[in-house]
Structure formats: structure tokens, C-alpha cells
């Protein structure tokens, strides 16, 4: 089955930086494109960013847009989010995601707290 594990969340800084992790297993990774949305305190998840399988293709949400980088490694099977600059506002759970054969599977999130 499909598995994704989130990892790398943490407490940082306002102005700091953090590298999130997913690692999938249960797919043939290299045709999929993956997604990190994210999710704050009494608020819907929302997208964050996205990258194409090709590896040549990106898109953010315009509040993280010029911080943080999407990439993937297709030999680990693993996507990477890194955040700078880091504000108060991106305070959330992180989560992985693949749309895949008609479902959407997701991670269990991983934290990730801002202080100012």
C-alpha cells in the first residue's frame, strides 16, 4: 500500500530555516507528482507547493513563494520542502501528498511551530 512519512518539522525562530522530508513507498515514485499542503489551528488545509514528476516543473502558494523550494530526490523516493525565512504564519502541520489511482493518500503531518 501506499505510505508516506513526513519528517523535519520542529520549533524555530521567526527567520529561520527547517528541511521537511516525506519518503513514499508503495508506488513508482518517479511517475508521480507530489505536493506539501499545509494545515494551521482552525483553519483548512491549504496547498503549499507542488513539483512534476519530470523534476522541471514547480508551483507555490503566493505566501510562501521566494522562501520555500520544493524538490525530490527519485533515487531516496523522497520529496523535500525547505523553508526560509520562516514567519509566525506558517505555523501549521505539514503534510505530504499524492494523488494516486483515484485516491488521495496523504502523510500523518509533521509539525512545524514558529515563535516571533
Known amino acids: 500500500q501506499v505510505q508516506l512519512v513526513e519528517s523535519g518539522g520542529g520549533l524555530v525562530q521567526a527567520g529561520g530555516s527547517l528541511r521537511l522530508s516525506c519518503a513514499a513507498s508503495?508506488?513508482?515514485?518517479?511517475?508521480?507528482?507530489m505536493d506539501w499542503y499545509r494545515q494551521a489551528p482552525g483553519k483548512e488545509r491549504e496547498f503549499v507547493a507542488a513539483?512534476?514528476?519530470?523534476?522541471?516543473?514547480?508551483y507555490y502558494a503566493d505566501s510562501v513563494k521566494g522562501r520555500f523550494t520544493i524538490s525530490r530526490d527519485n533515487a531516496k523516493n523522497t520529496v523535500y520542502l525547505q523553508m526560509n525565512s520562516l514567519k509566525p504564519e506558517d505555523t501549521a502541520i505539514y503534510f505530504c501528498?499524492?494523488?494516486?489511482?483515484?485516491?488521495?493518500?496523504w502523510g500523518q503531518g509533521t509539525q512545524v511551530t514558529v515563535s516571533s
Open positions: 501528498h499524492v494523488p494516486f489511482r483515484g485516491y488521495d493518500y
Open positions: 508503495g508506488l513508482t515514485f518517479t511517475t508521480r507528482d
Open positions: 513539483q512534476r514528476r519530470s523534476g522541471d516543473s514547480t
